[in-house]
């Protein structure tokens, strides 16, 4: 077993869902848990679990394993001393007489996944990140977790931008998608959601802060993704982006975003970043719940040899997901979809559009 790539809340809870399963399910049973993700597997750092490392780590975040970014681009080139990644892996997966690799890890771990597993391996994996943006499931554990903790912070803030009467940015993780900004912002009633998905036209952003200072109202939240991008950016190539972004003084988007409003409106800015205190403290019980579950169905696909496949879900009900399936796709948010639809009836404004 291993996790892989950036934390979240609820690996533990799931690792300890496939625990469980397999202890309650087969006669005999033995875990290897490899430390700091696929670093581990590559060169043999790993230690026998017992039942009772499991015991009492549903509640705890973080990963009992460690994990570590390895990315997929560079397993197939040498480590510095001449190291073949892949067939390392292989040849710890051989050595410890493996029956299944256990992989809990987000899109580029599932990369690798399914690299090992079309190199021979049997692998069973598990959606988690607080990006929610794997293809193959409604849901990743961690996201739920990661939401109530972006929520709480645009809450906090709403309180102090109504005493002062300011223009606040709440700057979300997700990387280059926006779906724990929009839950987040909507749950925390912001009222501008800028996310990658959705390319911002600043003037549009500021009507709509004039407009509310027009209704008298003395403050705006602005909940912008850490992937955000204008307009202009988003008709820019890789290229002419990368080299757009070289002599930027920035050190996120929020900060270019407060810039141009404070520039345009004369509003007092103020920029709060959570950072990766949305990957940090205990699962909520949505993420323990669906780790439970997600982790049982894992166990139960090793123990029926079902391997090369995710444990995900749709509408609610478990899935299983070929890995060849998963890999190397994200999930984006449809800008047309019905969550969108609806912000934008409540009067969200994503700065796409001119103001009604
Ligand atoms: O993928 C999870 C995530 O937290 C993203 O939301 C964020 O962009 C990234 O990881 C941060 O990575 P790191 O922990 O390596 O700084």
Redo the contacts with the bound molecule.
Sequence with gaps: MLTSG?DCQSLNATMRGVAKTLYANVEDVTIFGFEEGYRGLIYGEYRKLQSSDFSGILTEGGTILGTS?QPFKLMRTPDENGLDKVEAMKSTYRKLRLDCLVMLG?NGSHKTANLLSEEGLNVVTLPK???NDLWGTDMTFGFQSAVNIATNAIDCIHTTAASHGRVFIVEV???KVGWLTLHAGIAGGADIILIPEIPYNINYVVDAINKRKKQGKRFTILAVA?GAISKEDAALSKKEFKEKRKDWKYPSISYEVGRQIQEKTGQEIRITVPG?MQ?GGEPCPYDRVLSTRLGAAAAEMIINKEYGHMAGIRNGEIVKVPLSEVAGKLKTIDPDCSSIKEAKLVGICFGDEPLK
């Design positions: 950036g970014r987000g990140t607080i990006d993780m997700g990387h850490e990766h990957r």
